[in-house]
C-alpha cells in the first residue's frame, strides 16, 4: 500500500489542493503502483515517461511477471543517468506492485541520485523522518488490510499535524494479484484539541483580555 496527500506547494504557498501523487500504471493484474515527492513536472515527466513504456510492451506483447520490480531496476538507471548528466530528475519515487513469481508484493524506493533499496516500508520526505518512527513500531507482516491503512492515516495525520506542507486530503493505493487500485481523495479525521495547541500562552485571548 501506498499513501500520500494530495497538497502541491509553491514555496511557501499552498498553490493546488488537488494534486494526485498515487499513479496505476499498466493494465489490470500487470499494474503497478508510483508514487513520489518532490519537484511536480519531473514526476509528470517520469509518468509520462513509464506510461509510454507500458504501452509500447502492450503493442510488442511483452510482459513480465512482476512489473514493479523491473520498473523499479529501470528508474534506478534511469536516475543515475539523469545525476551523471547533472540533470536530475528531482524526486524520490517509490514503486510498489505484486511479484507473482514470489507471491509477495514488492515495494522499492529510487531517489534523484539513482540510490534505490527495496524493504518493508519506505518513506520519502518529511515522512522518512516522521513516520518512520511509527512504521517500525507498528508494521508487523501479517497486517490485514485496514491494519495497514489505519497506519497510513496515523503516519499522515502526525505530517499533516507535524509539517506546513502537508495536508489532511489524501490517497492510499493498494496493489494486490489482481492489480491496483487508488482511491479517490479523502479528508481524514483531525483534532486541534490537545492541551498544548487549545491552552492560553500569554498575550491576548480570544476576548482581548490578558
Request: proline share 2%; hydrophobic share 40%.
Amino acid at each position: 500500500m501506498l499513501a500520500a496527500d494530495t497538497l502541491l506547494s509553491y514555496g511557501s504557498m499552498a498553490k493546488f489542493k488537488d494534486m494526485r501523487r498515487l499513479v496505476s500504471i499498466g493494465d489490470d493484474d500487470s499494474s503497478y503502483l508510483v508514487g513520489a515527492g518532490g519537484e511536480m513536472s519531473d514526476f509528470q515527466y517520469i509518468i509520462q515517461m513509464l506510461e509510454q513504456d507500458a504501452l509500447d510492451d502492450k503493442m510488442s506483447g511483452e510482459c513480465t511477471e512482476c512489473p514493479a520490480k523491473a520498473v523499479w531496476s529501470y528508474l534506478r538507471a534511469v536516475m543515475y543517468h539523469r545525476r551523471n548528466k547533472m540533470n536530475p530528475l528531482w524526486n524520490d519515487v517509490l514503486v510498489g506492485g505484486y511479484d507473482k513469481d514470489d507471491c509477495k508484493a514488492f515495494l522499492g524506493v529510487v531517489d534523484k541520485i539513482g540510490t534505490a533499496y527495496e524493504d518493508d516500508f519506505v518513506a520519502t520526505g518529511f515522512g522518512a523522518y516522521l513516520a518512520m518512527p511509527i512504521l517500525r513500531e507498528k508494521w508487523r507482516a501479517d497486517l490485514e488490510e485496514g491494519e495497514a491503512r489505519a497506519i497510513l492515516e496515523d503516519c499522515l495525520r502526525v505530517l499533516f499535524y507535524r509539517d506546513c506542507r502537508a495536508s489532511n486530503r489524501v490517497q492510499i493505493a493498494k496493489a494486490t494479484a489482481d492489480g491496483t487500485l487508488v482511491s479517490e481523495p479523502y479528508e481524514i479525521e483531525t483534532s486541534w484539541d490537545a492541551a498544548s495547541f487549545v491552552s492560553r500562552k500569554g498575550g491576548l485571548d480570544m476576548d482581548g483580555g490578558w
